[in-house]
């Protein structure tokens, strides 16, 4: 007889027994599923292996080639046989292997009960090859959203594997990781998922794609993965803006994303307070095959949030506006102690620049490991806007060679301001045939230019102009121990900076521009 004891009900057990009992049935049920699990791999091998020699004739007889002519296709075609006799049995598990046939066929899709508003139209539209940014403030559901648009995109796609990343790797299980066994979770799909915590990967049961989950403090980690099958076809970068650029960026995608002809690339954060931080900054250059994508808690359904989450974002928003900004709508709103403030960034086209009629340039010189740079632009008085169109910026050039690009390029046509602490240089360029003099330093000459430059809107094309628009939107001023701006023009990593300023000193020291 079974123990009367253990079949009181949990009411009248202590806290000791029913925990006691509860480890006990835990243990049996995972014994259970593991004979389970046992059985059906057992089950799969002989499934998968080759038919017998005496049925291969009969299958080739149906159309089944003899790659396909496994165990499998045995039972398949005992079940065709008994069917067309009239068994109605056979006859109902054909009709239920044509169902299961025909909706596997068909793509999984995302429930629309688990998209936020916001990413309704986004979610229609995602396809392969394109770079997809989601950016906004707390609560806006964008890592919810990557993490079930990666579960459905590991259904719909056997031979891709996925990789999910953070900057540091102990983040990642109290993050990445559990965002996605909640989403799959949330999706109903926890038992055709395996969640493993070593190492920290989720697999994907029936096809044995892996999720895996890699942190970039060691970046060689993610060239030793290698999957059984397959590629690697998904990259999830989470907090991009803890990443430390993009150099960084390009390094990860071309050691993660490699071996087939369709991947999918998104990237998740919420924006950092400064305008220049990098990832404020990429956004901004046109690039067609990036779409960015901003959302807030705005959009999401309240009930998601919570009532306290909303509240703290009201008070917040009483308290402190331009924190709620940030915090909550994803808002850049900080200086970030900027040198040039008035940006314009953006394509400049040739037509653009057929109708430039008074060109500015300048040199900076420059040998190793400092930069030679050679900077023509256009100043547009009438609108205070200075584009900057074209840019000569290398190491180790003589100064016959840079000589020879210019004028190949057609660019003997105008003045050329230069550096004049180097007065052979300028003389190279003369005997060279090109129009070039010294910049005319003086007392408060730097700070001239800098003023005068800070008042007028720089158009940069980074395609253009690349080294240029690294240094400017980059260029910051000095901060003491306490995060104060120190005054002052800070020096290093200037030299297209250097190069500007010498183009326009005939303009800032003709308009008497005082320090």
């Not at 499934?47 to 004739?57: C, V």
């Not at 990413?119 to 770079?131: A, M, T, Y």
């Not at 950016?135 to 995109?153: M, P």
Request: with cysteine; glycine share 8%.
């Amino acid at each position: 007889m079974a123990n009367e004891k253990n079949l009181r009900p949990g009411s009248m057990q202590s806290k000791s027994e029913a925990r006691a009992n509860g480890k006990k049935g835990g243990i049996a049920s995972g014994q259970a599923r593991r004979r389970k699990k046992t059985l059906s791999e057992l089950a799969k091998m002989i499934a998968d292996n080759p038919a017998p020699d005496n049925t291969r004739a009969k299958l080739a007889k149906m159309g089944i080639s003899d790659e396909d002519a496994n165990n499998n296709a045995v039972v398949v075609a005992s079940i065709y046989a008994k069917a067309i006799k009239g068994n109605m049995q056979a006859v109902d598990k054909w009709e239920q292997l044509v169902a299961v046939s025909k909706s596997d066929e068909s793509e999984y899709e995302l429930p629309a009960r688990v998209l936020g508003k916001a990413f309704v139209d986004i979610n229609r539209q995602i396809k392969p090859n394109i770079e997809y940014v989601f950016e906004g403030g707390r609560g806006g559901l964008k890592s919810s959203f990557v993490a079930f648009k990666i579960v459905e995109l590991i259904k719909n796609n056997p031979q891709m594997h996925a990789c999910i990343t953070r900057q540091v790797a102990g983040t990642l299980k109290d993050s990445v990781y559990a965002n996605m066994k909640w989403a799959i979770n949330e999706l109903g799909l926890m038992e055709e998922f395996e969640c493993k915590v070593s190492p920290l990967e989720i697999k994907y049961i029936k096809t044995g794609q892996t999720i895996y989950f890699r942190g970039l403090d060691d970046e060689t980690k993610l060239k030793s993965i290698k999957p059984e099958f397959g590629y690697i076809g998904i990259l999830w970068k989470e907090e991009k803006d803890q990443m430390k650029g993009d150099a960084q960026e390009r390094s990860v995608n071309q050691s993660v994303l490699r071996g087939g002809d369709e991947s999918y690339d998104f990237s998740s954060y919420n924006p950092p307070k400064s305008k220049s931080n990098w990832v404020n900054r990429i956004k901004l250059i046109p690039n067609p095959k990036r779409v960015i994508h901003h959302s807030s808690y705005l959009e999401a359904p309240a009930e998601w949030l919570g009532q306290k989450f909303i509240d703290d974002a009201a008070h917040l928003k009483e308290i402190n506006p331009e924190a709620y900004e940030h915090e909550y709508l994803g808002v850049p709103n900080g200086d970030g102690g900027n040198v040039f403030e008035y940006l314009e960034i953006r394509d400049i086209t040739d037509e653009e620049i057929s109708r430039m009629d008074r060109i500015f340039a300048g040199v900076d010189y420059g040998w190793y490991p400092d930069a030679f740079c050679y900077l023509r632009t256009y100043y547009d008085s009438a609108r205070e806007k200075i584009y900057l169109i074209d840019e000569l910026y290398v190491n180790k050039w003589s100064n016959s060679k840079t000589a020879d690009w210019i004028k190949k390029k057609g660019y003997d046509d105008y003045t050329m301001i230069c550096d004049s602490a180097e007065p052979k240089s300028v003389n190279d360029f003369r005997d060279a045939g090109l129009p070039a003099r010294g910049a005319i330093k003086g007392p408060g000459s730097i700070e001239y230019g800098f003023k005068f430059l800070q008042t007028k809107t720089l158009v940069i094309d980074p395609k253009r102009t690349p080294n240029a628009y690294k240094e400017i939107t980059e260029y910051e001023y000095d901060r003491d121990k306490e995060g104060n701006v120190i005054s002052g023009y800070p020096d290093g990593n200037d030299h297209a900076i250097s190069a500007l300023r010498y183009a326009y000193e005939p303009l800032f020291n003709r308009r008497g521009y005082s320090a």
